[in-house]
């Protein structure tokens, strides 16, 4: 389906069945350079399971409109407004990665936004190696090839795709190929320079999840620290052998974790 969002277009899908506003909507904000294919499986579930949903493609990103925003606090911005034009007063919002900062900075700033807040491989900060950043800036190849080799745990390098004959890092890596020419070093940029996780962690008063993986590389525990400390009753579930890009890896475990939290 398509929305309007500060007079652009933006695509959505709705895991396979229309938007009703008698049932708690259910945002998910994709990572960077991505777009809301990422989510079809969690989308597709919870749109049979008690719950308007909505998997947004970015501006400037997938099909919807341009130019991308550029700064986490932006998008936040823009969420919260998407929240608005889809009608509904608040919604769970899904992040992640870069989604995740988006989704952290959407709750905090905009507190009637977020009914939960739900963080996949989520961070304080993710700071961007310079390598993959001059690499993204030059439009390289070899920083689509590093992101799909850090974002994907070791075993699935070369297999554990759910669907038979599909290759996992293969496809992501076309996901980053398509992307408009110069997102990815937008995105890039944006989760480098923000440095407001934690003060927008100290700010959130709704129930928040952190979903890691356990051979997360790009956002290891570590880096999720200043959350633990400044969002009082954080709840986390770690995915064993899964890495970054967990939603692909292990979708079946990152539905039962959302679905086990927004129960409770």
């Not at 509904?88 to 905009?110: C, D, K, N, Q």
């Not at 400390?229 to 079946?252: C, S, W, Y």
Request: net charge negative.
């Amino acid at each position: 389906m398509d929305l309007t969002v500060r007079g652009a277009r933006v695509s959505a899908t709705t895991g396979g069945r229309d938007l009703d506003h008698g049932l708690p909507l259910l945002v998910f904000i994709h990572g960077a350079a991505l777009d809301k294919t990422t989510w079809q499986l969690q989308t597709r579930y919870f749109a049979h399971h008690g719950f308007s949903v909505l998997a947004v493609d970015l501006p400037g990103h997938g099909t919807s409109d341009g130019p991308a925003l550029g700064a986490i606090e932006d998008y936040a911005d823009w969420v919260a407004e998407l929240v608005v034009a889809a009608g509904f007063g608040g919604a769970h919002l899904v992040g992640h990665s870069m989604g995740a900062l988006i989704a952290l900075e959407a709750a905090a700033r905009h507190p009637g936004c977020a009914t939960t807040l739900t963080m996949c491989g989520g961070a304080a900060a993710i700071r961007v190696h310079p390598s993959l950043l001059a690499a993204s800036e030059k439009g390289e190849h070899v920083a689509y090839e590093l992101m799909s080799s850090w974002g994907h745990g070791k075993p699935f390098h070369l297999g554990g795709h759910q669907t038979p004959g599909l290759w996992m890092m293969g496809g992501t890596t076309r996901l980053w190929e398509r992307s408009p020419a110069g997102v990815l070093a937008s995105d890039l940029h944006a989760c480098n320079d923000y440095d407001g996780g934690a003060g927008a962690a100290g700010r959130i008063r709704c129930p928040a999840l952190l979903i890691r993986g356990s051979l997360d590389i790009m956002t290891p525990s570590r880096a999720a620290a200043p959350l633990r400390e400044h969002l009082p009753g954080l709840q986390e579930v770690t995915i064993a052998g899964a890495g970054h890009i967990m939603m692909v890896e292990q979708p079946d475990q990152v539905i039962d974790a959302i679905a086990g939290f927004l129960r409770s």
